[in-house]
């Protein structure tokens, strides 16, 4: 299915306008409530890990163990980003250098 140029455009504006009230509905609802809620303080300090922890567990679930080469990569990478996000603290350099440190190893090495 072929789309034209103004089925396109009203898709950008749609995708483009859900992520703007996405982003900004919280700032907009809740701008005169100086006292902060127990409940969103504290999913503000668990919700960051669960991501991570999801996206670990999402990134590393069609690892097959049957051979090194399946698993090896990702478990290199893994301690790569370990290893860079304790030396620099820094999450974008932890994540494009364990990108930048897999890619090179899938497509080079293994």
């Known amino acids: 299915m072929t789309l034209t140029p103004g089925q396109t455009l009203i898709i950008i504006c749609m995708v483009t306008l859900g992520t703007v009230i996405t982003r900004f509905l919280p ?7 100086k006292n902060q809620n127990a409940y969103i303080t504290y999913l503000g300090k668990v919700l960051p ?17 049957q051979s090194p080469a399946n698993w090896l990569p990702a478990a290199i990478a893994i301690v790569c980003i370990v290893m860079l996000h304790y030396w620099k603290s820094n999450t974008l350099l932890s994540i494009g250098g364990g990108t930048v440190i897999y890619m090179f190893l899938v497509q080079a090495v293994f």
């Open 27 to 33: 700032f907009i609802l809740f701008q005169n409530n």
């Open 49 to 65: 890990y669960a991501v991570i922890g999801m996206l670990v567990v999402y990134c590393l679930k069609g690892v097959n163990f």
